[in-house]
């Protein structure tokens, strides 16, 4: 995989965890709600916990990208190796 396809991945995990930020600070305000006004929370802190499960993994896959993309600035390039 070339460099440049590395960062077309970096900038749509970038995107993918901000909207998944996104997503969790509205089922925090989702789950405040429920508590105020005394519903049961027990299914929304699970899907809550489902998303920032998710969100570690968005975290995780952008930290190979950035380690790939290390790589790429630590070698020199080689002859017919396209970045």
Known sequence: MGRVQEQQHLAKAEADIAKANDCVERQH?????LKDDGHPTDIAEKILATMLRSLN???GYRKVILGALA???SSPPSKGRVS
């Open 29 to 33: 305000a989702i789950i405040a709600k």
């Open 71 to 73: 790589l790429y600035r």
């Open 57 to 59: 993994a968005l975290e």
